[in-house]
């Protein structure tokens, strides 16, 4: 029988409860009350050992599963799931009545690995990836697995930058020229295997994907650190020796921190906190983060436009997925950063009917900087070669706020870290 822990509540009676661990198919351990007086008369009998501390317990009984037998008013949907969140940090399956959380499945990897994950799509993560493969690979030899929904269906590996005929080729080929690891590959410089997956879970297990084949042709090449592109919200299927939880600062801080997100809060090293503008709450987000687990690095950032060639002087037409109210910022940072003058800037590469027409509209434009999104190749690069219009790839610069915590200290260490328990284990 499976070794459980069961959660119980003092507003069931205890013959109630112990019929109940009695009947119920698991080898129970021991019971954490979790609060609740109501039915409580004092010496009661629940057949086990009654605990208080759920970390505690789950370090010391090491059980198999953690069943809930509480309820309303005791533990209700918020914090039942703030509590399945720490369960499954713990890799311990959560089930209750009516329904049933696991860990999600993480493969052994046997080098030195930082996983970056997100919490939802358009959060910055993969410009993350990016920023942390150029930092790390200045000193070391990085190589990155990034999974996607329209990645290949066999893993393919991008070697260093791929240039924007390539990717048109790719495109004619029916193939889809931004996916991520193409993306990374472009703006980072360093090899990058493209997976793909299917599904997403509330935990961010996936239903299929073809990672770990991705990770073995990552091992192969014998690189001293492998990061792992998470997609959407769903985790690579590694078990990657350090974890870097990517969030943007214009989502909802009771959605972030709150239902299995504090899952992937409590599996993290380090949060990042992309698009912190002026005026989005990203304190408060930082705060409720470090309410989830307090210590946590915590730093705030702002994405700005990087161009991979020289754009000074030209009239540039700019296409982006960022929302229109930074567009203004986006333009300003251009011309002052790189000498740009910027006749248009278009926050539509994921809507292809409204991207037609930016296009129309920047007939005056003598380059195309473009970030490698949606129908960045499909689209404008094509639109661009048409035209006779140059057409340059974009990164975004990630630009920690005054008075954060050094990001690339931090990252130094993560790796580092990551390397040294990598030599322990050997």
């Known amino acids: 029988m499976t070794r459980a822990l069961a959660l119980i509540d003092g507003e069931h009676y205890a013959p109630v409860i112990r019929d109940a661990l009695e009947a119920l198919p698991y080898d129970f351990a021991a019971a954490l009350m979790l609060g609740g007086t109501e039915k409580l008369h004092g010496g009661e009998d629940y057949g086990v050992p009654v605990v208080r501390n759920l970390d505690a317990a789950l370090a010391e009984l090491q059980p198999d599963a953690v069943v809930?037998?509480?309820?309303?008013?005791?533990?209700?949907?918020?914090?039942?799931?703030?509590?399945?969140?720490?369960?499954?940090?713990?890799?311990?399956?959560?089930?209750?009545?009516?329904?049933?959380?696991?860990?999600?499945?993480?493969?052994?990897?046997?080098?030195?690995?930082?996983?970056i994950v997100g919490t939802g799509k358009r959060v910055g993560k993969t410009t993350t990836t990016g920023y942390v493969a150029r930092r790390l690979s200045e000193t070391r030899d990085v190589v990155v697995v990034s999974m996607?929904?329209?990645?290949?269906?066999?893993?393919?590996?991008?070697?260093?930058?791929?240039?924007?005929?390539?990717?048109?080729?790719?495109?004619?080929?029916?193939?889809?020229?931004?996916?991520?690891?193409?993306?990374?590959?472009?703006?980072?410089?360093?090899?990058?295997?493209?997976?793909?997956?299917?599904?997403?879970?509330?935990?961010?297990?996936?239903?299929?994907?073809?990672?770990?084949?991705?990770?073995?042709?990552?091992?192969?090449?014998?690189?001293?650190?492998?990061?792992?592109?998470?997609?959407?919200?769903?985790?690579?299927?590694?078990a990657t020796d350090r974890r870097i939880?990517?969030?943007?600062?214009?989502?909802?801080?009771?959605?972030?921190?709150?239902?299995?997100?504090?899952?992937?809060?409590?599996?993290?090293?380090?949060?990042?906190?992309?698009?912190?503008?002026?005026?989005?709450?990203?304190?408060?987000?930082?705060?409720?983060?470090?309410?989830?687990?307090?210590?946590?690095?915590?730093?705030?950032?702002?994405?700005?436009?990087?161009?991979?060639?020289?754009?000074?002087?030209?009239?540039?037409?700019?296409?982006?997925?960022?929302?229109?109210?930074?567009?203004?910022?986006?333009a300003e940072h251009l011309r002052a950063e790189h000498g740009a003058e910027v006749v248009l800037v278009s926050g539509n590469l994921s809507r292809r009917d409204a991207l037609g027409q930016d296009l129309e509209r920047a007939g005056d434009a003598d380059v195309f900087v473009t970030e490698i999104k949606g129908a960045a190749i499909d689209v404008v690069a094509e639109a661009g070669a048409e035209r006779g219009i140059d057409v340059v790839f974009s990164d975004n610069d990630l630009l920690p706020l005054r008075d954060q915590p050094d990001l690339d200290e931090i990252l130094e260490q993560l790796a580092v870290t990551a390397t040294q328990l990598k030599t322990v284990r050997r």
């Open 68 to 115: 809930d037998l509480s309820d309303e008013p005791v533990l209700g949907p918020r914090d039942r799931l703030a509590l399945a969140s720490r369960v499954l940090a713990h890799g311990v399956p959560y089930i209750g009545a009516d329904f049933r959380f696991d860990p999600p499945p993480l493969e052994p990897f046997r080098l030195p690995s930082l996983g």
């Open 245 to 330: 939880l990517v969030v943007g600062a214009h989502q909802d801080a009771a959605v972030m921190t709150g239902y299995l997100n504090a899952y992937r809060i409590l599996t993290s090293d380090l949060v990042v906190v992309t698009m912190a503008e002026e005026g989005t709450p990203w304190s408060e987000l930082r705060d409720a983060i470090r309410a989830v687990k307090p210590g946590i690095d915590v730093v705030a950032s702002v994405l700005r436009p990087r161009p991979a060639a020289p754009v000074a002087g030209r009239r540039v037409a700019f296409f982006t997925t960022a929302p229109e109210p930074i567009h203004d910022r986006q």
């Open 148 to 238: 996607g929904r329209g990645g290949p269906p066999e893993p393919q590996v991008a070697e260093g930058s791929p240039t924007v005929e390539q990717l048109l080729e790719l495109s004619r080929q029916g193939r889809h020229a931004a996916s991520d690891y193409l993306e990374i590959a472009a703006v980072a410089g360093v090899a990058t295997v493209g997976c793909r997956r299917c599904g997403g879970g509330m935990a961010g297990a996936t239903f299929d994907s073809n990672v770990d084949a991705g990770a073995k042709l990552a091992a192969a090449r014998g690189p001293d650190l492998v990061l792992f592109d998470g997609s959407g919200a769903s985790l690579p299927p590694i």
